[in-house]
Every structure is written in structure tokens, then in C-alpha cells.
């Protein structure tokens, strides 16, 4: 199995801590910045340009042959959904949520006077329905929102990472998959602390632009990482 773990384009609130230093004023579910429209649609493009109707030969680690997906999903955050819809339309490949692949803490805005995060429940089926008809939710998504339960706690962030780990080699484990997820920076720090059996307790930081790539093979045991943070086919300009 490959995984092609992808960051969502820049959001409004990724612009706005990038030019004020702060949190001030985020938004609970983030759309994308002009920037990041334009991130998500050359990544897009960018894959489609490189799509193979055939398999990725095993040693071809930087892609040269094509990217060739055979699952692509998304969390059930805006800016996710968005990024992945474009590559879904690109590629040709069905969207499919995976509630679990969020950003840590979930959706949540901060209060203006004592600065706690504030959960919100995230959009609800008909959202989805009306604005992103063809992704697929899950079948228990209805007129409550996907998340709809109080800020994930830090301590909850390594175990839902565990989770994803174990589920998705439940799913394409031992197979010739290439999985394609569309989520967020600070889940990726988890994952991949997690994935790599890192010691809890420590701090680690392993940077992910907007719209980048990270490819991650998974052989028997092994697991072999074949690139992180690929930004190449984006201009200087558009890299946040």
C-alpha cells in the first residue's frame, strides 16, 4: 500500500495566524483564501497531469510513472472537502469522507474574552448534500453535525491517531492501494508520531505546506517513507 498523505489549501484561518501571529477571530470550519483556491487547483492539475493508468512500479518513489489513486478521502472540514472535491473532479475518483482524519481539537472558534476554545457540531448531511452532492458520508450523518461533542483533548489526539493507523490497514493493508487523504498539519504530527512508534511525551514537528504531498509505503512490516512536504509543482509565490 501507498499513502499520499495531502494538506487541505490554505484556509482563512491559516492566512490570518500567518499575518497577525494570532488566533483572533478564527472561524469553527474555515473555507479557502484566493491563495488557497489557486493551491488547490494547480495540486489538482498537477496530479491529473501525472496520472498513470497503470500501477506504480514499486521503486518508482518520486512518482515519475504517475500518482494513479485508487482511494482518495477527506475529512469533513470545509477546507478538506474542498481540496479533495477539486481532486476528485481532476482524477476522476470518488470522494469518500473519513470523519477521523480531522484536525485536532475539531471544529471550534475562540471566545473573544477568555480565549477557550468553543466546540461547534460541524455541518450536517443536508449541508453536504446541498453543497458537495457527490461526496460520499458516512451512513450516520444526519441533521446533527459530525462532530456535535465537546474540543478533543490533547490526550485524545494520539489515540484517534492509533485508530486511523489501525483502520486503514484494516482496509488497504497487504494490498497494491494507493490512498490519497486530504487533511491537516496537525494531524499529521500525530500520524506520523504514532506511525513511526515515537515516545509520547515529547513535542515533535514535521512541517506540511498547504496542498503538499507526503507519500508513506507500507510493505509487510515495513514502512518506508519515499518523500515528505513535496511541493514541486507549486510557484514560489503560492507556497504558505
Known amino acids: 500500500m501507498q499513502l499520499y498523505f495531502i494538506r487541505h489549501a490554505e484556509s482563512t484561518n491559516n492566512y490570518n495566524r500567518r499575518v497577525t501571529g494570532s488566533s483572533k477571530g478564527r472561524s469553527d470550519d474555515p473555507e479557502l483564501t484566493t491563495t488557497g483556491q489557486k493551491q488547490a487547483q494547480l495540486l489538482a492539475e498537477f496530479l491529473r497531469n501525472n496520472y498513470s493508468e497503470t500501477s506504480v512500479p514499486e521503486r518508482d518513489f518520486q512518482n515519475a510513472t504517475g500518482f494513479n489513486f485508487t482511494h482518495l478521502y477527506s475529512s469533513l472540514m470545509i477546507r478538506s472537502v474542498v481540496t479533495g472535491t477539486l481532486i476528485s473532479q481532476a482524477i476522476n475518483l470518488p470522494l469518500k469522507a473519513w470523519v477521523d482524519i480531522h484536525e485536532c481539537r ?16 460541524g455541518k450536517n448531511r ?21 462532530w456535535n461533542r465537546p474540543v478533543e483533548e490533547t490526550e485524545q489526539w494520539l489515540v484517534r491517531a492509533k485508530r486511523v493507523v489501525q483502520e486503514l490497514l484494516e482496509r488497504h493493508g497487504n494490498k497494491d492501494d494507493r490512498v490519497a487523504f486530504v487533511s491537516h498539519g496537525g494531524f499529521y504530527n500525530c500520524f506520523l508520531a504514532t506511525l513511526l512508534n515515537f515516545p509520547t511525551g515529547h513535542y515533535y514537528s514535521f512541517i506540511l505546506n498547504n496542498a503538499a504531498i507526503s507519500r ?8 518506508r517513507l519515499c518523500y515528505l512536504n513535496r511541493l514541486d509543482f507549486l510557484p514560489k509565490d503560492l507556497i504558505t
Open 216 to 223: 508513506i509505503d507500507f510493505e509487510n512490516d515495513k514502512v
Open 126 to 146: 443536508a449541508f453536504f448534500a446541498a453543497n458537495f452532492p457527490e461526496l460520499i458520508l458516512p451512513e450516520y450523518l444526519g441533521e446533527v453535525g459530525w
Open 106 to 121: 475539531g471544529p471550534y472558534f475562540r471566545d473573544d474574552r477568555t480565549n477557550a476554545p468553543i466546540a461547534t457540531e
